[in-house]
């Protein structure tokens, strides 16, 4: 049967074939959402939620109008969970397992889709990257599970479980949702192991490992700590990782959580600083939090993780190639340069598209919820790179807010994860792509 999806499409582009397997989950997933079966209280779940969380939960994003622990059925949770998963690691990636398990071979066609899905840098090797993958996912969310099992299972008896299990693949897709919360606490997060050196660590290190990019971590199975192995790409994605961790971290600790002992102050830092890489969880409450971390964290949502990941945003390597740009600039050198290598025109100029598509997102969703709402645009910003960036953290208004603004949401969630450049090949896919070449004029800039 998967054979002949494949064959079925195609005549389509490996983009194109992206988003259309990322938009038939999102819909399948919805449906199933509907059915009564997947609420707790047993009754059909509108059309329009079910297809909020579907999206949230296939951008692995974790933005949500009901409380996943309290609204959904055991059912609805298992659907949520299958549905991180498989977003977590791409349709195409999914629907290359069923072939490989099935014993079918995998064409040329459908090996450059998985490459554009991974963002591998040829198709030489991908199926064995994919097997790395799967195995890598599985020892990933299993130990994640067992590290946090005895600490659940002291709160939740056997049912720790289940929310170990939970947990441990939410943070490793990045997708921030949770089931801990109740009837009478809803959406509490993960604020109640605030102080639980295990579960934040546990936590952190699952979401830093999908944000990596699987490509990073073939190269450190590969070279192991010979770094200057390493692809250009992955001693990037490692470095503007780091930084992109410690200095927020440092710039909370001494402005936020002053009232805290030590150790929780350190954690809760260390916390707020990796979730807005598109995890989405919180161990604090984000409202009480000043106007110049709120500002630090709508910049971390936008960037988001490395490519090829689990994660979102407009990707470490955008940020880094941008930075490289601008020194090079200052430097009046010819290209840019990154660990002693060039960085191609077209590159920058991705880059450089890539920032504009999701600042100008970002900045209109933000302002037409505004609007619409009658909120503080600073608030409803905050949701808009929120759900570009796949993140999932809220200030609390995403339940509240009305259709148009759950629409506006679920598409930038969608925009997000598959990608701003992917959908634009997509869309232009077939266009002659050689045109005249004008005279050249120079313009004054700055």
């Known amino acids: 049967m998967v054979d002949n999806f494949f064959r079925a499409f195609r005549r389509f582009t490996s983009f194109q074939l992206i988003i259309?397997?990322?938009a038939g989950i999102i819909l399948l997933g919805a449906l199933l959402l509907m059915i009564p079966a997947a609420s707790a209280e047993g009754i059909a779940t509108p059309f329009i939620e079910a297809l909020f969380t579907s999206t949230s939960a296939v951008c692995v994003t974790g933005l949500v109008v009901h409380?996943?622990?309290s609204y959904w059925s055991p059912f609805g949770q298992s659907l949520i969970l299958l549905l991180i998963q498989i977003g977590g690691l791409g349709v195409i990636t999914m629907s290359a397992t069923f072939l490989m398990l099935a014993g079918k071979n995998i064409s040329l066609k459908e090996r450059s889709a998985m490459q554009d899905a991974l963002s591998a840098p040829s198709v030489g090797g991908i199926v064995r990257l994919t097997r790395f993958i799967l195995k890598g996912t599985f020892i990933a969310e299993l130990i994640g599970a067992l590290v946090m099992l005895p600490v659940f299972w002291r709160d939740y008896g056997s049912g720790g479980i289940w929310m170990a299990v939970f947990h441990s693949v939410s943070?490793?897709?990045n997708a921030g949702f949770d089931i801990l919360g109740t009837a009478e606490r809803q959406y509490p997060s993960l604020t109640a192991y605030a102080a639980d050196p295990v579960i934040n660590i546990t936590v952190i290190i699952l979401l830093v490992i999908g944000g990596l990019g699987f490509l990073?971590?073939?190269?450190i199975r590969t070279h192991r700590w010979r770094m200057s192995r390493y692809r250009m790409q992955s001693k990037v994605i490692l470095a503007t990782t780091?930084?992109?961790?410690l200095f927020p971290a440092v710039l909370f600790f001494f402005t936020e959580y002053s009232v805290l002992p030590l150790q929780e102050r350190i954690l809760a830092s260390l916390f707020q600083s990796a979730t807005p890489r598109t995890a989405g969880f919180n161990t604090t409450d984000l409202a009480a939090m000043g106007d110049a971390s709120r500002a630090v964290m709508i910049l971390l949502m936008l960037v988001g993780g490395a490519p090829g990941s689990t994660a979102g945003g407009m990707k470490v390597t955008t940020l880094a190639v941008l930075a490289a740009n601008i020194h090079s600039?200052?430097?009046q050198q010819e290209s840019p340069q990154l660990f002693h290598r060039?960085?191609?025109s077209n590159i920058v100029k991705n880059a450089s598209a890539v920032l504009m598509l999701y600042l100008t997102l970002f900045l209109i969703g933000g302002c037409i919820i505004s609007a619409a709402e009658s909120l503080p645009l600073a608030v409803c910003l905050y949701e808009t790179a929120s759900a570009i960036g796949t993140v999932g953290l809220t200030l609390g208004i995403t339940p509240q807010l009305g259709q148009l603004s759950h629409w506006i949401l679920i598409l930038l969630m969608f925009w997000g994860r598959v990608g701003g450049l992917t959908l634009i090949y997509a869309a232009f896919a077939g266009h002659n792509r050689y045109h005249?070449?004008?005279?050249?004029e120079n313009i004054t800039i700055g």
Do not use: E, M
């Open 20 to 22: 259309l397997g990322f």
């Open 216 to 219: 990073t971590w073939d190269d």
């Open 242 to 245: 780091a930084i992109l961790l």
């Open 436 to 440: 005249a070449v004008y005279p050249k």
């Open 329 to 331: 600039t200052f430097r």
């Open 342 to 344: 060039r960085v191609d």
């Open 67 to 69: 409380d996943s622990g």
């Open 171 to 173: 943070a490793f897709c």
